[in-house]
């Protein structure tokens, strides 16, 4: 028998079951956001190749309303409906917070009611808190099925960053809308393993049967890859030479341990002076240069670099070692740091710390505590994993076995669509 034959067609399975399956989904992020080009158009492109007939349902920052904006959004629209997904966008609205939400579901509703009937839609996929409201009154009104995609805890997350007190008015609000949504959609997708046996107790879910996939964020590997040629051309133009170097990728403060790195680089230049940081951010430079400057680094060891999303893989080529320190706490259990997979899978190998989601088990350089001992320790690891010849091959083999958009992120959707729609 022919094993390659078999797999072929095992892997065609879901493509012929998800044939012309109608699905809304509905992101409250908007698609001429990063988070949008990157973490919701590429599943989706992938889901349709696989037959899926998307109707996507976006809220669409200020930006889309301009001139240049409308010019963008019309251009993607063509595209997307070229790859079979119809694309709709609703203005999102921030301030005041509640009456701007509330009246963001209202007119969610409103309008993918419409969607649903004109497109005779048979599931409705949210991305997040505020989009699995609207799914859910979609799923009463019409019976049709649901898919809550978690992304993050928010009533906790909003009190881990201390903009809400827990038990105050907007928390309570949050988690009883969370316990209405767990009690009536058909499936949950968590981005962590270790988030889902703590959720699955909570009320709404608790004692029920419902179907559940893990998927991580994930990253194009065709786009996100390791090329020696690129990497020496800009290693060269940044004046970096030979030299050992770190990079972060990403926003200041905030959920990121700025200041912690800063120590971190601080002891890496202390046992080699002539290593740099690349700081890939659209954060503040002044910022960058007052952590640099408080620790006593020269401007000879650090370089700040607002990169665009298309050039992101080249910068990230051109380091060594991926460095990402995110605050710990409950809600990060349920968090799956993007840049960790950019990382890998350009080849780098990866400084984190840990206690975030489930990058505990990643094959990293893991810090528990940022003191001198732990950074000494970090520092020892790095010099081992980068005098490694393989290394490179090693973090993007972990990638394409992680983080894989095509194999691990869309395959995983691909089976619960299959699962909620044969259930």
């Known amino acids: 028998m022919d094993s390659r034959g078999d797999r072929e067609e095992s892997a065609l399975e879901p493509r012929n079951d998800l044939l012309n399956r109608r699905v809304l989904f509905i992101s409250y992020n908007g698609m001429l956001e990063p988070l949008g080009q990157t973490q919701v158009l590429p599943y989706l492109r992938e889901l349709a190749k696989r037959g899926v007939q998307f109707t996507l349902l976006s809220f669409e920052r200020d930006k889309a309303f301009t001139a240049d904006g409308q010019r963008a959004c019309e251009e993607l629209k063509r595209e997307l409906a070229g790859q079979g997904i119809e694309w709709h966008w609703l203005r999102y609205h921030q301030r005041p917070s509640l009456p701007a939400t509330a009246?963001?579901?209202?007119?969610?509703?409103?309008?993918?009611?419409?969607?649903?009937?004109?497109?005779?839609?048979?599931?409705?996929?949210?991305?997040?808190?505020?989009?699995?409201?609207i799914a859910l009154a979609l799923k009463r009104k019409f019976g049709i099925k649901m898919i809550f995609d978690v992304r993050g805890l928010m009533a906790e997350e909003y009190v881990d960053a201390r903009h809400w007190p827990k038990d105050g008015l907007r928390y309570r609000i949050t988690k009883a809308v969370e316990r209405r949504i767990f009690a009536g959609t058909d499936a949950v997708v968590t981005l962590t393993e270790r988030i889902w046996p703590i959720i699955r107790e909570w009320e709404g879910l608790k004692g029920r049967e419902v179907h559940h996939a893990v998927v991580p964020c994930c990253v194009d590997l065709s786009l996100f890859k390791f090329d020696e040629q690129q990497r020496a051309r800009l290693r060269s133009q940044l004046n970096l030479d030979d030299r050992f170097t770190l990079v972060y990728s990403g926003s200041l403060d905030g959920w990121y341990l700025t200041e912690q790195m800063a120590d971190f680089f601080a002891s890496v230049v202390r046992k080699q002076k002539d290593a740099h940081l690349l700081w890939l951010t659209m954060g503040s430079r002044e910022r960058v240069r007052q952590l640099m400057s408080e620790r006593g680094i020269s401007e000879q060891n650090f370089s700040i670099h607002s990169v665009v999303s298309k050039e992101m893989p080249a910068?990230?080529?051109?380091?060594?070692?991926?460095?990402?320190?995110?605050?710990?706490?409950?809600?990060?259990?349920?968090?799956?740091?993007?840049?960790?997979?950019?990382?890998?899978?350009?080849?780098?190998?990866?400084?984190?710390?840990?206690?975030?989601?489930?990058?505990d088990a990643l094959p990293a350089i893991v810090i528990d505590d940022f003191n001198d001992r732990d950074?000494?320790?970090?520092?020892?690891?790095?010099?081992?994993?980068?005098?490694?010849?393989?290394?490179?091959?090693?973090?993007?083999?972990?990638?394409?076995?992680?983080?894989?958009?095509?194999?691990?992120?869309?395959?995983?959707?691909?089976?619960?669509?299959?699962?909620v729609f044969s259930a």
């Open 315 to 359: 910068y990230l080529a051109a380091g060594d070692v991926g460095i990402s320190f995110i605050k710990r706490c409950f809600s990060k259990l349920a968090s799956s740091p993007t840049k960790n997979a950019e990382y890998l899978a350009c080849g780098l190998p990866i400084v984190i710390n840990s206690g975030i989601g489930d990058s």
């Open 103 to 133: 009246y963001d579901v209202w007119a969610g509703i409103r309008y993918a009611s419409g969607l649903v009937r004109r497109n005779k839609i048979e599931m409705v996929h949210a991305r997040s808190h505020i989009p699995a409201t």
């Open 375 to 419: 950074f000494d320790a970090a520092c020892t690891a790095i010099e081992a994993a980068v005098n490694d010849p393989n290394v490179k091959m090693k973090s993007r083999s972990i990638a394409e076995k992680v983080f894989d958009l095509e194999t691990v992120g869309a395959e995983r959707y691909a089976h619960l669509y299959k699962s």
